[in-house]
């Protein structure tokens, strides 16, 4: 008898496939040869580029995104998918968070363009130490309100951390205020919409595992120092914290490295999944110096890298932009452990310095998926395969960020059909 | 830069060197007794040559063009209001226009560009973020650049330069300025696409092709 999944029946073949599927990604990390070479598929709009439909329609759509994030995955049988319901179909959520960091197809960008962060300061410089003595109180008050609508009444909340016997007692008057109450009753509306976000998830993560198809990742963390720069000084913010505020921003990053790390497990554990997708945005060798990488940016890194890996957790950072000098510094971590995709940094180089140590993932060019030919992305891949699969790099195949989402159906067939001609 | 006393080189070091807090006090001092404004300008666009310098040969990163756009306009906070007569500066070596194309709400790479511009000698004109093709040809007409520098991060970029490059021709703008474009996912592949002049993968690059362009020595 077939195996339900949900919903869903997974007929023994289909198991077969997942189970073959799966065991491809985790031999990777454990640095052994698969039978063969495996792929992945990350992306955020392009199912809608490659149905035809807007972008606003994935986001407001959930039985649309659903489907059509399921037709992508039989027609192009990646071994691991990226979560590709949570990351399109945010709108309905994000309208009753009425969330301030980011724009939206239909929300300040257009109905075909993808949504995009609001780089801004959302924690000035002074604010530092109280976000040290007490991040939740800092959170409540400060900056949940800055971020999204619905906490707008959380600055009226009472201080927490003091109140005791009739003090608290008292203290719970704060949530009689109008504005406390309706901020409770947006909330409770925008965690409603968020279960019905997340249930459409599981609902797409059964029906791709019943047909045979593992999610590559399910929870996603963050490096502190991008947790700092990009949610709350600001990219700007944080460079001139590294002079005017070093100290401050070394114990805040340490401290971060420990509250995400508990976040981050939590939610693994939940999703029951080992594999943490840590998209890295401040790494770049042409951003900091390698004496402020070595000293602000990968410490606290590490660490947290550390504590999942002891929670039973692999770390999967995409190195966005160019990190061909950072390797040297982060193959600091044991192998078999992780799996270090990389966008621009140079996969031979970086299979060169690391391919004893971490699974690689990526890294056919965007430019060249978004504008190139098939026979090109062909010939990408093929480069990939005979300068790192074949000569024993642990790599699984995908576009350099995954697959922009501008890109040609064609280029995207070339792509998975080159890694099933060339990488077995 | 003519001779320098003691405590102009100290400025100048200071500044370089990336010591705010003295750099800030000293230039307060030298102002209050009596220094001429203009000429501490002088000296942080001497010290911000040597911060340029510096970047070019990866010395200096990100955070040091950000604290060096800081202490420049912290030091010009105090020294322009006591400037007399407008000196008007050296002259500049040419303009360049400078945006991020429509749909592209990105600027950390434009603003850095802009700077290492502006600090090596370019007019620079940045007309911000999300920019249509109209907006680009409505400040060519006003400015007159010598140069365009289109900016995007995202790959939606790619057609967005691409739209306003081909808008630039329909204009019969194009023989009029040379255009670079640049950002996160730029290189030769989307240069062909977009039929730009030139792209550049940092903003080191982008003063290069200026210079290049303007016919000025590096």
């Known amino acids: ?424 | 830069m003519c001779e320098m006393n003691d405590n102009e080189r100290q400025l100048v070091d200071w500044l370089a060197d990336m010591q705010e807090d003295d750099a800030l006090a000293l230039a307060k001092r030298m102002l209050a007794e009596g220094a001429d404004p203009a000429r501490v300008l002088d000296l942080c666009r001497a010290a911000m040559e040597i911060v340029g310098k510096r970047f070019e040969a990866g010395e200096y990163f990100l955070p040091e063009l950000v604290m060096a756009g800081e202490m420049l306009d912290a030091v010009g906070r105090l020294a322009k209001p006591l400037i007399r007569s407008e000196t008007g500066g050296p002259k500049k070596l040419g303009k360049v226009l400078i945006g991020s194309v429509h749909g592209d709400l990105h600027d950390i790479g434009k603003n850095i560009v802009s700077f290492m511009l502006d600090i090596n000698g370019f007019d620079v004109k940045d007309i911000g973020v999300d920019a249509p093709a109209q907006r680009f040809i409505d400040e060519i007409d006003a400015f007159k650049p010598d140069v365009v520098g289109l900016s995007g991060f995202l790959t939606l970029a790619f057609d967005s330069m691409k739209e306003t490059i081909a808008a630039f021709e329909r204009a019969g703008l194009r023989g009029q300025f040379k255009t670079m474009i640049g950002g996160g996912q730029i290189d030769e592949t989307v240069r062909a696409y977009t039929g730009a002049d030139a792209f550049g993968i940092n903003a080191v690059e982008a003063v290069a092709l200026c210079r290049n362009w303007l016919g000025v020595a590096a």
């Not at chain 1, 998926?369 to 062909?378: M, N, R």
């Open chain 1, 1 to 424: 008898m077939n195996a339900m999944i949900g919903p869903y029946e997974q007929s023994d073949a289909a198991k077969a496939a997942y189970d073959a599927r799966w065991g491809r990604i985790l031999a990777c990390v454990r640095l052994e040869q698969p039978d063969r070479m495996p792929t992945a598929m990350q992306t955020f709009f392009w199912p809608a580029t490659h149905a035809g439909v807007s972008y606003k329609e994935l986001m407001y759509d959930y039985e649309k995104t659903k489907q059509l994030c399921f037709d992508v995955v039989e027609e192009f049988e990646p071994d691991g998918v990226y979560t590709l319901v949570l990351g399109a179909a945010l709108g309905p959520l994000l309208d009753k968070l009425d969330f301030k960091q980011l724009q939206w197809p239909g929300h300040g960008v257009r109905d075909d363009q993808p949504y995009q962060y609001l780089d801004r300061e959302y924690m000035s410089a002074d604010e530092y130490d109280e976000f040290l003595f007490d991040p939740t109180g800092f959170y409540l008050q400060k900056y949940l309100p800055r971020v999204a609508g619905v906490f707008a009444g959380f600055d009226k909340l009472p201080i927490f951390p003091g109140l005791h016997y009739f003090r608290l007692c008292f203290g719970v008057r704060a949530f009689a205020q109008p504005e406390v109450r309706a901020s409770f009753e947006r909330i409770v509306a925008a965690g409603e919409e968020a279960s019905v976000a997340f249930a459409h998830h599981v609902d797409w993560a059964n029906r791709i595992a019943a047909a045979g198809f593992p999610l590559i990742n399910s929870a996603a963390s963050i490096a502190p120092y991008d947790f700092i720069a990009d949610y709350f000084r600001g990219a700007t913010g944080t460079m001139k914290d590294l002079y005017r505020h070093k100290d401050k921003l070394k114990q805040v990053l340490d401290k971060a490295a420990i509250f995400i790390a508990r976040m981050t497990i939590a939610n693994a554990r939940a999703a029951n999944h080992p594999i943490v997708f840590i998209p890295i945005h401040w790494a770049p060798d042409r951003f900091m110096s390698p004496k402020q990488f070595e000293e602000f940016w990968w410490p606290p890194f590490r660490k947290l890298m550390m504590l999942l890996i002891e929670a039973d957790l692999i770390p999967m950072p995409l190195w966005e932009s160019d990190c061909t000098q950072r390797l040297p510094v982060i193959k600091d971590v044991p192998p078999g452990k992780c799996i270090y995709w990389f966008e621009r940094t140079d996969m031979v180089a970086a299979f060169e310095a690391l391919g004893d140590r971490v699974a690689l993932r990526g890294n056919v060019s965007p430019s060249l998926l978004a504008t190139g030919k098939p026979d090109e992305v062909d010939a990408a891949v093929k480069h990939l395969v005979d300068n790192v699969w074949r000569k024993g790099g642990k790599l699984i195949l995908d576009g350099a960020f995954g697959i922009p989402d501008e890109t040609p159906t064609a280029n995207v067939r070339a792509m998975y059909d080159a890694a099933r001609k060339y990488g077995g």
